[in-house]
Every structure is written in structure tokens, then in C-alpha cells.
């Protein structure tokens, strides 16, 4: 990356919501190259996601301590601060991504006043450049430093898209919906989690310590709306993006590395600035008084709803311009003061620390050049541990012993460190500490320079985070579920959950006792979130065990009812299926052919009992067969004639066309099979009321109404597609409008007018016996004009007919495409029916 003075740097300051990160990446996009550096590895991770998804995975690279996918081809980089590339300097990759990008952005850029990394986010604010554009994204209380560091500077303010405002204190059950709470240790936040379990039904994780796929999962829970609330750490403050509408705090102080210290307004207002998207108001307060002690100060408040905040007057800054002489002026130029008053030295960090106890060896001090440098690569290892820098050092002092010369790490010791952490079993200090520990291996993973072959330690150690990542959810989950399942077992005393009695109301309302716990809507059976009581787990699985003598009632019910009792419907998405009384039952899936859906029951019917449930499956399989044979009979006559061997070849070749289309098929399409086809063929296709028309081949029986509503629900579940729109029952004509779809089994397309099939055919055979028998005008007017067909609908018609206007008059010109058919080549004639005999 380049530094040069006629680039243009702006910076874009504003509050969270104002889409700061998109106009970053909308900016990098546009440009042949592009760097952005991020607060979070998480964030990283999900902007990495949205640009491969824009530019395609050859073009965009992920750094990050502990992942690195850079493709040959890459050109446009999403990194943590820490591994953004920079040119020279204070930076632990020794140089080995040293780029020119054209565009260059680092976020949150405010965090240069956090005394553990505010050092690395004011050097990538004053160092990282790109070739043509720049931007410094943070909040408006970077303001004085950006004027006074960077002059030249432009600074553009950017207003939230929603207003925020403070709501109270709410206790955690009456939290509401597509609600986020923030808490600020990992056991607080699992059990916020196991409490809204149990008030609200569930709820999604978001924590640091998570690997991405486990946290991109839970927040795809949240987001799907599955869940309707979500528990994270104060990393939800730095823009990851979901659709919270509400934040509610767990507590307002947080351990900040090295004492208990109540949060800053700027850190509140990050956090509470999630609550709303784009243009959707938000609002955030404190759970209730009982759950978090105090709560925000009146000044607090305004400032946070007015975005109003006091400037900053420093940034912490650690001199990049090292040396590397020996390891005395390298330490010496770390601690190098600036003279600006702005640019505050930063407190000493781990890596600095841990490279002063390493020097206490002779041995070490006595480095000069590029094994110095190889050392501080070694010392950016971080503290993934937090054991602190004298047991951090002898990790970093033995990585060295191995590749101070330019050796490499062996693997046999890689290997069984990463294999000691493999391990799911144990209690939650141990996953966390293992998930720890294989944190630090998968950063060690992506220097190339360490290890002989770093892909592949790098996805091992991957595999092992994610696994270690879900065992600790899963471990401190299950935790708090039986110790609370415990407490209300107690409560409830001698009886146990199924002595309970459990009653369903005539409206579905379904109660355990005095308390209702839900609704029962058909089969499906959903818990109320107001239900009373403090754990509704223990309750909810009573209830299914009592609620399967009304389903397998209700389900033989079904069963021994009239056909009446189902519909043909579709469902939210379009996907056909067949219901009772307005309850999705089963969704039909592409079968063997056309006329033979699979059918798929819905997962409410899971908990029937196994006779029941086959009963019940066994009767809706019989209702779509009778409902098919009713309606559509004419064209299971039809795929029965093309699969008899007794018929004859050209009907068997026509016929297996015209039923795997759907009982339509235009004449041009069928051209070579028609040649072919004797006398008596036509007889027998006459005898399956198959109309061998002028333009079209078609069953007449198939265009009332109720049988285009099952053809088209038919074709659509063969193409794998959502029922389409049909046409009014008896309409002649459709305009352009129509659905396409739901017009093509039953009308032929005139340009912006469609035309049902028997009346475009009544038209052309009227056509056809006006030019035998030598007639002046082709078209039946009063027909064309009792259906309301227009001018230019008539004359496309007749175009296809065959004929074309001069002047007033129709000539006869014959149809484009058409040949005679006694002399197509018999191959074609039979190429439908090699086909349906290979199949």
C-alpha cells in the first residue's frame, strides 16, 4: 500500500446506522483494487461474505489472525486492523503482504482512544493509503483529531437513518420481540440465553469466542426468525448487522483487560446504535432492576438519543519506524514518544511486554537484523489465552527456537499440540480454554514462513475451532436447561409432568393445568409466548405426550372423511400442497411422471403415532389419485395409450408427447409424428378426444376450469416452481398481464392478448374452410369479436394460420415452418417413442 499526498483521504464520521461500512465497500468495489481494515474478526468475515458474493471468490482475499484465504487473483482485501497490510514499520507480517491497492479504508477508526489496540487503529488512520482514494470511517468524535493530524483531510458527516430512544427498564420475560441483550462475560451472556429459553422460547448466541460458522448460524437463526431474540457480547456494538429493534443492557460496566470500569457514552452508543436498520426506528434501556444494578444517568440518555459526545483529545500512537539493529533500539524505538500532544504513547502491550522478558536472555539481546525482525513476527502472537506476558513469552520464546534460523515449526509438535486440544469432552472451563488454545494454533497456521505446509494445518486447526466452538455452546446451554429443569420439577412436587392435566379448548387453546402454554392449530402445536409460567420446557413435553390421543383423534378423523375434507392449496412460498380446513397436511414434490406427484408430509404430522401417520399419509395419496382421475382423465388415458405396447407406434409416439407436456402442444412441435400417423391412428387418437388441430394438439376435455388448475398446479410442481397465477375460470381472452405460466396450459399467445385454445382453433379451421372453398374474408368476425380479440391480436393469429394482409384483403401464403408431412423422415416420426422405451 502506498502513501501519497495528492491521494484524496476523507473521512466519513457519524453515529452507527448510517451505513458507513456499506459506502465503504460500494467505494472499494468501484475501484480495481481495494484494502478495508475492521475492528472485529467477525465483521471481517461477514464483509468478506458480501463482497465474494459481488465479485466472485478468485477476487477477494480474508486476513485475519487466525484465518487467511488469499487466492492468486485477489484484489480486494477484508482484514482485522492488526493484519491489514501496511508498508514497513511496526507491523508483525514482516512484510509478506506489502500491496498497492488503489483504495484503502480502515473502520472504526474512534478506537485508537482503546488502550490495548488504539495504537494499531491510529497508525492504519495515519499510514495506510490508498493509490487513488482513502477513507476513514468512525464516529463524529474523531473529528479535532482528524483536522489536526490530517489538514489536508475532508471530513463528510453522515446522519443516522433512524432515530434512537431510551424505553426503560424492562424485565428480561417482557422483553420484546427482535430484541438483543448485551452482557459482558461469557457466562452471563449463556445464561441471559437459557432465561429467554425459557420466558420467550429461545434464543440466539453472539460471542467472540465463537468460530464464524457457529456465529454466522446463530445469527441466521435470528434473522430467518426463528428465534426472536438474540444474547451477545459488546461485540455487537462494532457493525455487525442484524434487525434489532431493541437493545436492552445486562449490566453498564465490563472488564476492560485490566480492571472493572463503567462503559464510556461513546461505548453505549455503539452498542445501543444496533437497535434499528436503515430507516427503522430503534430503542435501547436496561433490563429490570432486579437483573442489572443502576441503570443510565440522565445526561447519559440525552446524549446517547442526540448523538452528542465529547471530543476526543488524544489517540494513543506506538512509533512504526522501527529499527532493527539489535533488540535494545528495537525496544527503544517502540517506546519512542511522539511529540505531537494528540498522539499519546500507548500502554504497554502484550507484545511489547512479552519481547522485553524474552531479551532478559543474552542469547536474545544479542540479535541484530533479520532475526530481530523474525522475533517481534513471533511476539504479534497473541495472548489468545490472556495467561499474561511471562507464560505468553515461553510460548513465543519456544516458537522462535524453531524458526529464528529460518527454520520451521516441526510438524510432529504442531500436530500433537492441535490433537491434545481435539478434544469435546470435559467441563466449560476446559472447552473454553482448548477453544483458547486453538485459536493460537490457527493464527501460527497462516504464516507461511512457519510451518512447511501451512494449508494444511490451517484447515485442521479450523475444523478443531469450530468443533470446540459448538461444544461450548452446546455445554453451557444444556447447563442452565437442566438446572432449572431441576428447580421447576421441585415446584411442581410429588405429581411430576404427567399427572398434569392437559386440556384443548374448542378455539385450539391448549393449558397444563391452570396455565395455557399454547395453541393447537390443525396439527401444529405452537407455545404461547404469554404463558405464565417461569419454564415452559418441562410443561411443553408434557403436553405433546397428552396431545397425542386429540392428534391421532383428529388424523383418524381425516382419514375416514369425505374427500370434501382436503383442498389442493399453496403454501407462503407457492409450493403446492394439500390441506384440511386451511391446514398444510402435505406438499406435493416432483414423481415419476406428471400425473404422479410424491408426496412429503408436513413435520407437524411427526408426531402422530407410526400407524396413524401412514393411515393419514395413505389417505391423502388416494384423494390427489381421485382428484387427478377426475379431472384430468382424459390425459391419464392418454399415458396409459402411450405406455400400452398394444397401441400403435405413432400413437404411442404422439401420445407420450402430448401427456409428458400436459395435454397441449403446438402442431410445429409435433410435425414429425403427425406425418406418420395412418388412418386408424387418427381414429384411435380421436377416440382419446385428442384434437389434432391447425395450430395446436390438444385435449379439449382439459380446458375447463378445474383441469387447468390441477395441470397447472401439476407442471409446476414438475418444474420444480410455485403455482402460478390462473386465468378467471371461462375467460376467452387474457391480457398481457396474465401469468405466463398459469396461461400456457390452455391459451395461445397473440402478442399482448392471450387466446384460449379450442376459440384461436375455432378461428383457424374456419380460416382454412373459407380458402377451400375459395372465400374473400378468412376471419370469422363475429366470432373474433363476440370474445373481444383486436386488430392486432387477429392479424397475428392469421399469420400463423398462414396468411398475411394486402391491403384489405388476406393472401394465402402457407405457415412458416410447416412441410409436408407424408414426407418427413419416419426417424423423427419415432423419436419420441425410442425415448419414452429408453426411459
Not at 467472540?208 to 457480547?233: I, K
Not at 405406455?643 to 402430448?658: E, N, Q
Request: hydrophobic share 45%; net charge positive.
Amino acid at each position: 500500500m502506498t502513501r501519497r499526498s495528492d491521494a484524496p483521504v476523507r473521512a466519513i464520521l457519524g453515529p452507527t446506522n448510517t451505513g458507513k461500512t456499506y459506502l465503504a465497500i460500494e467505494r472499494m468495489c468501484g475501484h480495481s483494487s481495494g484494502v478495508i481494515g475492521f475492528p472485529l474478526r467477525l465483521l471481517a468475515r461477514e464483509v468478506y461474505d458480501r463482497v465474494v458474493a459481488m465479485k466472485g471468490e478468485r477476487q477477494v482475499a480474508l486476513l485475519t489472525g487466525e484465518e487467511r484465504i488469499v487466492p492468486p487473483t485477489a484484489r480486494y482485501f477484508l482484514c482485522t486492523a492488526e493484519s491489514m497490510p501496511v508498508p514497513g514499520g511496526d507491523s508483525h507480517h514482516d512484510g509478506d503482504m506489502h500491496r498497492d491497492f488503489a483504495f484503502a479504508a480502515i473502520d472504526e477508526a474512534q478506537l485508537g482512544i482503546d488502550p490495548e489496540r488504539g495504537h494499531v487503529f491510529t497508525d492504519r488512520m495515519l499510514r495506510a493509503r490508498g493509490r487513488e482514494e482513502t477513507l476513514i470511517l468512525g464516529s463524529d468524535t474523531l473529528r479535532p483529531i482528524i483536522r489536526e493530524l490530517l489538514p489536508d483531510a475532508e471530513i463528510v458527516s453522515r446522519p443516522r437513518f433512524s432515530t434512537l430512544r431510551y424505553s426503560g427498564s424492562v424485565k428480561l420475560s417482557r422483553l420484546p420481540p427482535r430484541s438483543a441483550v448485551v452482557a459482558f462475560s461469557a457466562e452471563q451472556v449463556y445464561a441471559l440465553a437459557e432465561m429467554l429459553r425459557r420466558f420467550k422460547g429461545g434464543a440466539a448466541v453472539v460471542m467472540g469466542a465463537l468460530s464464524p460458522a457457529t456465529r454466522n448460524a446463530q445469527v441466521a437463526m435470528f434473522q430467518r426468525g426463528e428465534v426472536d431474540y438474540l444474547v451477545a457480547t459488546d461485540a455487537i456494538g462494532m457493525g455487525l448487522n442484524m434487525d434489532v429493534t431493541h437493545v436492552a443492557f445486562a449490566g453498564l460496566e465490563k472488564f476492560d483487560g485490566r480492571r472493572d470500569r463503567r462503559l464510556s457514552i461513546s461505548e453505549m452508543a455503539q452498542i445501543a446504535g444496533r437497535a434499528g436498520r436503515h430507516q427503522k426506528d430503534g430503542t435501547f434501556g436496561t433490563l429490570g432492576l432486579s437483573e442489572v444494578s443502576g441503570g443510565f444517568s440522565e445526561e447519559e440518555i440525552e446524549a446517547i438519543e442526540e448523538h452528542r459526545f465529547r471530543p476526543l483529545d488524544f489517540v494513543h500512537w506506538r512509533n512504526a519506524d522501527l529499527e532493527f539493529t539489535d533488540i535494545g533500539r528495537l525496544i527503544r524505538s517502540l517506546e519512542t514518544k511522539s511529540d505531537d500532544p494528540l498522539l499519546r504513547a500507548a500502554p504497554e502491550a502484550i507484545d511489547l511486554a512479552v519481547l522485553k522478558a524474552i531479551a532478559e536472555d543474552p542469547a536474545i539481546a544479542a540479535l541484530r537484523g533479520l532475526a530481530a525482525r523474525r522475533l517481534w513476527a513471533v511476539c504479534g502472537l497473541p495472548d489468545f489465552r490472556k495467561v499474561g506476558p511471562m507464560h505468553h513469552a515461553r510460548m513465543v520464546r519456544r516458537l522462535y527456537s524453531y524458526i529464528g534460523e529460518g527454520g520451521h515449526i516441526p510438524h510432529e509438535w504442531f500436530a500433537a499440540e492441535v490433537a491434545r486440544l481435539d478434544n469435546v469432552s470435559g467441563d466449560i472451563e476446559a472447552l473454553a480454554d482448548r477453544l483458547a488454545g486453538v485459536r493460537s494454533w490457527a493464527y501460527i497456521a497462516h504464516r507461511a514462513d512457519w510451518l512447511k505446509d501451512p494449508a494444511k494445518w490451517a484447515e485442521r486447526t479450523r475444523d478443531v475451532e469450530a468443533r470446540l466452538s459448538d461444544a461450548l455452546h452446546e455445554r453451557l446451554t444444556q447447563r442452565f436447561v437442566d438446572r432449572r429443569t431441576a428447580v421447576l420439577v421441585r415446584d411442581i412436587g410429588a405429581r411430576g409432568a404427567d399427572a398434569l392435566p392437559v386440556t384443548v379448548a374448542a378455539d385450539g387453546e391448549v393449558s397444563v393445568g391452570p396455565e395455557p402454554i399454547g395453541h393447537l392449530t390443525g396439527f401444529d402445536f405452537r407455545v404461547d409466548p404469554n404463558a405464565r409460567l417461569a419454564d415452559k420446557r418441562l410443561l411443553l413435553a408434557a403436553a405433546e405426550r397428552r396431545l397425542g390421543e386429540e392428534l391421532d383423534r383428529r388424523a383418524r378423523a381425516l382419514v375416514g372423511g369425505a374427500d370434501e375434507a382436503f383442498q389442493l392449496t399453496a403454501d407462503e412460498k407457492g409450493e403446492l400442497a394439500v390441506a384440511a380446513d386451511g391446514h398444510i397436511l402435505a406438499r406435493l414434490a416432483a414423481g415419476r411422471s406428471l400425473l404422479e406427484p410424491a408426496l412429503r408430509t408436513a413435520r407437524a404430522l411427526d408426531r402422530l403415532s407410526a400407524p396413524t401417520r401412514a393411515a393419514l399419509r395413505d389417505r391423502l395419496e388416494r384423494w390427489v389419485d381421485a382428484q387427478i382421475d377426475r379431472h384430468l382423465r382424459p390425459l391419464k388415458r392418454l399415458a396409459e395409450a402411450a405406455a400400452d405396447p398394444a397401441s400403435p407406434p405413432g400413437v404411442r409416439a404422439l401420445a407420450a408427447m402430448l401427456a409428458d407436456a400436459g395435454g397441449l402442444l403446438p402442431r410445429k412441435a409435433a410435425l414429425s409424428a403427425i406425418a406418420h400417423l395412418e388412418q386408424t391412428d387418427r381414429q384411435s387418437l380421436h377416440r382419446l378426444a385428442v384434437r389434432l388441430g391447425p395450430l395446436d394438439v390438444f385435449l379439449p376435455l382439459l380446458l375447463k376450469p378445474a383441469a387447468q388448475r390441477w395441470r397447472g398446479a401439476l407442471l409446476a410442481v414438475k418444474q420444480g416452481q410455485p403455482m402460478p397465477a390462473m386465468p378467471a375460470p371461462g375467460a376467452a381472452t387474457l391480457d398481457g398481464n396474465a401469468d405466463p405460466r398459469g396461461a400456457a396450459p390452455a391459451y395461445r399467445r397473440l402478442g399482448r392478448t392471450w387466446i384460449r385454445i379450442d376459440l384461436a382453433d375455432r378461428l383457424a379451421s374456419h380460416a382454412r374452410k373459407v380458402r377451400s372453398a375459395g372465400g374473400a374474408d378468412p376471419v370469422d368476425r363475429p366470432l373474433a369479436t363476440s370474445i373481444g380479440l383486436g386488430e392486432e391480436a387477429v392479424a397475428q393469429l392469421m399469420n400463423e394460420i398462414g396468411f398475411t394482409r394486402a391491403g384489405d384483403a388476406w393472401r394465402w401464403r402457407g405457415r412458416r415452418g410447416a412441410r409436408d408431412d407424408r414426407r418427413a423422415p419416419a426417424s423423427h416420426a419415432f423419436a419420441e417413442l425410442a425415448k419414452l422405451r429408453k426411459k
